[in-house]
């Protein structure tokens, strides 16, 4: 490289000779570029709207929530016990003494534990990914159904607990 840069140095005909011609500009390129968008109908930034909406999609975007939600749950629940007065069974037996129907306690239950088992199930299916496992696009629309219907399930049955 040193020599090469001393002979171009002492010799501007051999770094002449060895230049490359540019074969377009940038603002020609940008142009190009442009009108074979516009052309082809292209939107100008891909957004939500582009894509249709399919079931990995979602269950990947759900995912990402309910592992959210259940982190800023434990927080919560772990400051309302350093900062609230009193202790769990005095809010437990104050929410007995609400008298709340059977129906909306189930449904309750049902609420707080789906997130868990929705985030617990499709973290097994993404542990299985990981595996080398199920990567095909008919396996991943196989095991997303899976994934809700264990989901469902069980936490039916542990909100029926």
């Known amino acids: 490289v040193g020599r090469h840069c001393l002979r171009a140095h002492l010799s501007p005909q051999l770094y002449v000779r060895n230049a490359i011609p540019m074969g377009t500009t940038a603002k020609e390129e ?25 079931l990995p999609m ?28 009193g ?26 534990v ?14 299985m990914w990981d595996l080398g496992k199920g990567l095909k696009i008919t396996q991943l629309y196989q095991s997303g159904v899976v994934v809700l219907v264990l989901t469902v399930l069980s936490s039916l049955g542990l909100a029926a607990m």
């Open 30 to 54: 940008m142009e190009r570029f442009w009108n074979k968008n516009t052309s082809s109908n292209r939107p100008v930034s891909p957004h939500i709207t582009i894509y249709s909406w399919s």
């Open 87 to 112: 202790n769990f069974e005095s809010y437990l037996e104050f929410v007995k003494s609400l008298s709340l129907g059977p129906s909306l306690i189930h449904t309750a239950k049902f609420a707080l």
């Open 58 to 85: 979602a269950m990947s975007i759900c995912h990402r929530g309910t592992g959210v939600a259940l982190s800023g749950g434990v927080y919560l629940f772990g400051l309302s016990a350093l900062l609230l007065p």
């Open 114 to 127: 789906f997130p868990l088992m929705y985030h617990t199930w499709n973290g097994i299916r993404h542990l």
